[in-house]
C-alpha cells in the first residue's frame, strides 16, 4: 500500500507549546500536503509542498520535506486550543491519473 | 465561492433502500472525488472522476454508483447497502492538476455525510 504513516498516533500538549508531528510515505512522489480535520467533519487543506523544495511556512505552520528519506514533518508553534483536530498527510504519484493518498493521522489535544 | 456542499449531512437507510448522496461546487474545478471515511480512519479514495469522466475507481462494490452530470455536480447513488458501508462520505474538488503545477492540487473538501446502514 503507498498509505502513509503517521506518528506520533496522537499526541497531547498544553496551550502555548508546540506540536510536532511526522509523515513518511513509500513511493516517489509529487508534493505532499497536510490538511486537518476537526472531529467528523470535512478536511481543510493547511499547505502544499513541492518535492523540490524542503522547508515552508504559512502563520503558525512550518512544513519540512525529505525526499531521499520519504518523509515530512509538521510542526505548529505556539499551540491553540482550536487547533485540536486530526492532522493528515497526503502524497500523489509522480505517474499515471492524479490522485491523493492520505496517511494514518495524528489526534492532536492541546489542553488550555 | 471557495465551497463544496454536500447533502443530506445525515443519511439513516436500510439495506434494501435506495438512496443518494450530492455534492456541488463553482469553483470551475474541473476533478472531483469520492472518499469514504471510518471512525478514527483516514480517508479512502473511492472514485475520481476527471473532466465529468471516471478515471479512477478504487475497486469499489457496484453497490456504490457514481454519477457526474456536469462539471459542478457528483452524485454517489447507493443501493442495498451493508452495515459496514455505514462512514463518513467526504466529496472534494480541485483542478485536476498538472502534476507540479503552482498550488494546483489543493483538494477542496466538503462537509461530508454522515451514512449509517440499519
Known amino acids: 500500500s503507498q498509505q502513509g504513516e503517521e506518528d506520533p498516533q496522537a499526541l497531547s500538549i498544553q496551550e502555548g507549546e508546540n506540536a510536532t508531528m511526522n509523515c513518511s510515505y513509500k513511493?516517489?512522489?509529487?508534493?505532499l500536503q497536510w490538511y486537518r480535520q476537526n472531529s467528523g467533519r470535512g478536511l481543510v487543506h493547511l499547505i502544499l509542498i513541492r518535492s523540490n523544495e524542503r522547508e515552508k511556512h504559512s502563520g503558525r505552520l512550518r512544513v519540512t520535506l525529505d525526499t531521499s528519506k520519504k518523509s515530512s514533518s509538521l510542526l505548529i508553534t505556539a499551540s491553540r486550543a482550536a487547533d485540536t483536530a486530526s492532522y493528515f498527510c497526503a502524497t500523489d504519484r509522480t505517474s499515471g491519473t492524479y490522485k491523493y493518498i492520505f496517511g494514518t493521522g495524528t489526534r492532536l489535544k492541546v489542553l488550555a | 465561492d471557495t465551497e463544496v456542499t454536500q447533502t443530506p449531512k445525515h443519511l439513516v437507510m436500510g439495506m434494501t433502500n435506495k438512496k443518494s448522496l450530492k455534492c456541488e461546487q463553482h469553483m470551475g474545478h474541473r476533478a472531483m472525488y469520492w472518499y469514504k471515511q471510518k471512525a478514527k480512519k483516514p480517508p479512502e479514495l473511492m472514485f475520481v472522476?476527471?473532466?465529468?469522466?471516471?478515471?479512477i475507481n478504487e475497486s469499489v462494490p457496484s453497490r456504490f454508483s457514481p454519477e457526474c452530470p456536469n462539471s459542478s455536480l457528483l452524485n454517489l447513488h447507493l443501493h442495498a447497502l451493508q452495515p459496514e458501508d455505514s462512514a463518513l462520505y467526504l466529496c472534494?474538488?480541485?483542478?485536476?492538476?498538472?502534476?507540479?503545477?503552482?498550488?494546483?492540487?489543493?483538494?477542496?473538501f466538503g462537509p461530508g455525510t454522515r451514512l449509517t446502514v440499519l
Open positions: 472534494a474538488s480541485s483542478h485536476p492538476g498538472l502534476a507540479g503545477g503552482p498550488d494546483r492540487n489543493e483538494q477542496f
Open positions: 472522476y476527471s473532466y465529468e469522466k471516471l478515471s
Open positions: 513511493t516517489s512522489i509529487n508534493n
